[in-house]
T-cell receptor, first 111, second 111 residues
């Protein structure tokens, strides 16, 4: 039973490019959460999605960031026109009834 | 201001020593969770405490939830190098059970 999978594990982008981060939840899980961890900081909630619906995006920056969880396929966190301040580790977690299980994260570096 | 304040931020000890880390807040929580995160990985849930005054043991780890459900502590007995990592407390919030994390305690246990 595979855990939460994220890819890529490492992503390097230049300022102004787009970053796409993918998260495949655990089998049977229909709830996905995205969190961001800046260097030397704890994790901060970004967005909570269920299949085809954004439930809570109160932690998402208002511009350049978007997320989706389509009926088929992984959840995608998209960052347009990346800036250096977007450099961080991005974690997704999946859940069904209780407990959130975290993936290994995607480390985004913006040059 | 963090909703959950963790202390100390950093702790470096020798193998075999005991230690306690703290998670404090002015808010009351229905439950608190403790996670451990190793470098390059996502957080892994260690325990959930629910009842005020509750004590839970996980091998050499002892977790306590304050009587007023505003704070929690993690005590490690006879620390080992394998205990090295970032220890995070977290509270569930909202109908979607989003996690709010403290800033973490970074523990290093030297052999």
């Amino acid at each position: 039973n595979a855990g939460v999978m994220q890819n890529p594990r490492h992503l390097v982008r230049r300022r102004g490019q787009e970053a796409r981060l993918r998260c495949s939840p655990m089998k049977g899980h229909s709830h996905v959460y995205w969190y961001r961890q800046l260097p030397e900081e704890g994790l901060k909630f970004m967005v909570y999605l269920q299949k085809e619906n954004i439930i809570d995006e109160s932690g998402m920056p208002k511009e350049r960031f978007s997320a989706e969880f389509p009926k088929e396929g992984p959840s995608i966190l998209r960052i347009q026109q990346v800036v250096r301040g977007d450099s961080a580790a991005y974690f997704c977690a999946s859940s069904q009834l209780e407990g959130q299980f975290f993936g290994p994260g995607t480390r985004l570096t913006v040059l | 201001t963090q909703l959950l304040e963790q202390s100390p931020q950093f702790l470096s000890i020798q193998e075999g020593e005991n230690l306690t880390v703290y998670c404090n807040s002015s808010s009351v929580f229905s439950s608190l969770q403790w996670y451990r995160q190793e470098p390059g990985e996502g957080p892994v849930l260690l325990v959930t405490v629910v009842t005020g005054g509750e004590v839970k043991k996980l091998k050499r780890l002892t977790f306590q939830f304050g009587d007023a459900r505003k704070d929690s502590s993690l005590h490690i007995t006879a620390a080992q190098p394998g205990d090295t990592g970032l220890y995070l407390c977290a509270a569930l919030r909202g109908a979607g059970n989003m996690l709010t994390f403290g800033g973490g305690t970074r523990l290093m246990v030297k052999p």
